[in-house]
């Protein structure tokens, strides 16, 4: 196992499209890094890099301390577990994961064990003269990694390995993931555009937008204390509400149309007067009686999701989606508070936060 | 779906029905031709049912031959008319899926320029090159060889482009997937490449051996030599102009003969033809 390190890796497409604007990053080893981001974002690009699928244009990527830009992807030690699994589809499910060592000329008794030890692991010793298409899509799913496990590879690197599977499978299989990293401490590198995804499985998320790194965090460290604005809404689901208006005193902000909020002053570099946007969660919004200095929600609609309801409307002039447990409020409109410390402030042009470093 | 009617299907099975006779009358005809006596069918005396000939005139025409006219009996024909269609086969396949292997896979100078030759030889079949051909094979000494038979059909363009459609539908993943498991060009094209196309190599195959064992024109210029006539000129010589001297149970039976080899390769091949239209493995 070993560490990854970017040293400001650039992609630029022969187009001149520039995927990777120079990203640094540095991935310990052991560690279960998630590369989040919306589609486009360079997320894969970068992953594809690391494995040595893709040219670099400019910058370092060293792995276990070595710079590996000019290796093959074969002789990087790093194994791939792709979006499709690309299982090769004559090959059984033994041939499957034999077939990356039989090529690097593994002793054949060497290949059984780790064969049988991976199907062990996985729980796929039965499927092992099976082909590929006479699997489901979990157990596909599984005979990739398994091809990956075999390699005893420096690095794991997953390309969005869990977007083909239902909704059910995929909340299955991001457990197993998880615990056969915390099994077997393998350096593992996953991209994926699913927050939650991010959210449960990393140790470290880098959230990237447009080529870039927008900030890197334990999940609940870039949960709570989003850098830029595109992390805050990104992060969380749903979306953080974003309202504009500006500071009317200290830590007392006030929602252009909608009221006054209060925020933990000591947090954020800000002086009365300056506009802002004001971001809170929906589940940091909670009912308020009037006259405790609420604010004033417009209901348009709710959703019912069983454990909480999502209401939909507006306070002063931006829409706002509340998540509420208990008992429905009455009436078509209602009072809501924050606690200081779930309020967030961001520079309205930047999108950067306003937080103290 | 298929609408399902009561007498929907009489339509349809008539249909069919009418077809099938139309194209296997001649073929009874000839069969039966080829058990009766040459007088018999000389004397346009033929009937519709077999004579008892069948055994007498298969064996001259495959041991013996015609008297006058082709000196060589037609299983020797029938030797030269399958390895001639086994190598142009064969030949064809292997170089086509090499050059889509490398039009497809590989980034070299002028790789579109490449394809687009191959694409453009689709213009220039044998017919229409047949001089220069017939120039090059008879300086190189390739006259009444399988050599000079085979080689100037083998290069296919028709057979590389089917392959090279197939070869863009297998997705990326697997070469990047192949790539890290540590095979280079030749260990992908012969354990993932080769393998996945075997059941248009049979496909092709098919077709393939039907068009050499059908080949006329090239034959027949480049095989003087009795001992290297394939069959489908050996029948053409049987028949003679004057009328009487044509021994038609032979020509019949050597027909029949030469209808056998391209009936058995769809035959066994159908079973490859149904499997690669049902698996979906990619």
Same mark, same amino acid.
Not at chain 1, 87 to 92: C, G
Not at chain 1, 159 to 165: G, I, R, Y
Not at chain 2, 240 to 246: H, K, N
């Given at each position: 196992m070993a560490s990854v390190t970017l040293q400001d890796v650039r992609k630029v497409y022969a *187009?001149?499209?520039? !995927?990777?604007?120079g990203v640094s990053l540095d991935i310990p080893n052991g560690s279960f890094t998630v590369l989040l981001?919306?589609?486009?974002?360079?997320k894969s690009t970068l992953l594809r890099m690391i494995a040595g699928l893709e040219a670099i244009t400019s910058g370092t990527v060293s792995i276990a301390g070595k710079v590996?830009? =000019? +290796?093959e992807p074969a002789e990087r030690d790093i194994a791939m577990v792709f979006q499709n699994y690309a $299982?090769?589809?004559? /090959?059984?499910v033994y041939d499957n994961m034999a077939y990356g060592l039989r090529n690097r000329g593994t002793a054949k008794e060497e290949i059984e064990k780790r064969v049988a030890e991976a199907a062990k692991l996985l729980a796929i010793g039965d499927f @092992? &003269?099976? &082909?590929?298409? =006479? $699997?489901s899509g979990g157990q596909r799913q599984r005979v990739a990694m398994g091809r990956a496990i075999v390699r005893e590879p420096q690095a794991f690197l997953f390309? =969005?390995? $869990?977007?083909? @599977?239902d909704a059910k499978l995929r909340v299955q299989m991001r457990i197993e993931i998880r615990r056969l990293h915390n099994r077997l401490k393998a350096t593992s590198i996953f991209v994926t555009h699913d927050q939650i995804e991010a959210m449960t499985m990393a140790d470290s998320i880098v959230v990237m937008n447009g080529g870039r790194v927008e900030q890197t965090g334990a999940p609940n460290h870039v949960y709570r204390f989003p850098a830029t604005r595109f992390v805050a809404t990104f992060i969380g689901s749903p979306a953080m509400n974003l309202l504009p208006g500006r500071i009317a005193g200290p830590g007392e902000a006030e929602i252009a149309g909608g009221g006054r909020i209060a925020f933990d002053p000591n947090a954020f570099d800000v002086t009365p007067g300056r506009e802002v946007e004001i971001g809170i969660r929906p589940e940091d919004l909670r009912l308020a009686g009037s006259g405790e200095g609420a604010l004033t929600f417009k209901k348009d609609f709710a959703e019912e999701l069983g454990a909480t309801r999502l209401f939909h409307g507006t306070v002063g002039e931006g829409a706002v989606v509340v998540a509420l447990s208990g008992p429905a409020p009455a009436g078509d409109s209602f009072g809501l508070s924050a606690a200081p410390d779930a309020v967030h402030l961001f520079d309205p042009a930047s999108g950067d936060s306003l937080r103290r470093a | 779906m298929v609408e399902r009617r009561r007498f929907g299907d009489v339509i349809p099975h008539l249909i069919l029905l009418i077809g099938i006779a139309i194209v296997a009358f001649p073929v009874y005809l000839c069969f039966v031709g080829s058990t009766l006596d040459q007088a018999t069918i000389a004397n346009g005396q033929m009937g519709l049912t077999p004579g008892p000939l069948f055994f007498e005139t298969y064996w001259r025409t495959l041991f013996v031959g015609t008297? *006058?006219?082709?000196? =060589?009996?037609v299983a020797t024909m029938m030797f030269n008319s399958f390895v001639m269609a086994l190598v142009i086969a064969l030949g064809k396949i292997a170089i086509s899926i090499i050059s889509s292997y490398a039009v497809v896979y590989f980034k070299f100078p002028f790789r579109m320029a490449a394809f687009w030759m191959i694409f453009v030889t @689709? /213009?220039?079949p044998v017919e229409v090159r047949i001089y220069p051909t017939y120039k090059i094979a008879a300086d190189l000494n390739l006259l009444n060889s399988y050599a000079g038979l085979t080689l100037p059909l083998i290069a296919s363009a028709t057979a590389t482009l089917f392959f090279r459609q197939f070869f863009m539908t297998i997705p990326d993943e697997l070469i990047e997937a192949s790539k890290l498991d540590g095979a280079g060009p030749f260990r992908f094209f012969k354990d993932t490449v080769l393998p996945l196309s075997r059941t248009n190599i049979a496909a092709l195959f098919v077709i393939l051996f039907i068009y050499g064992w059908n080949q006329y024109l090239w034959p027949i210029l480049i095989t003087t030599h009795d001992d290297m006539q394939t069959i489908v000129i050996g029948i053409k010589k049987m028949i +003679?102009? !004057?009328? !009487? @001297?044509?021994e038609w149970n032979v020509v019949m039976a050597t027909a029949m003969l030469a209808m056998l080899p391209p009936v058995a390769v769809v035959v066994l091949m159908q079973r490859w033809f149904v499997k690669g239209l049902v698996e979906t493995e990619k």
């Open positions: *187009g001149g499209v520039e !995927a990777v604007k981001g919306p589609s486009g974002c360079g590996v830009n =000019e +290796v $299982l090769y589809p004559h /090959m059984s @092992l &003269k099976r &082909k590929p298409r =006479e $699997l390309d =969005e390995p $869990l977007s083909n @599977l | 008297s *006058g006219t082709t000196r =060589e009996p @689709l /213009m220039l +003679v102009t !004057a009328d !009487a @001297l044509t």
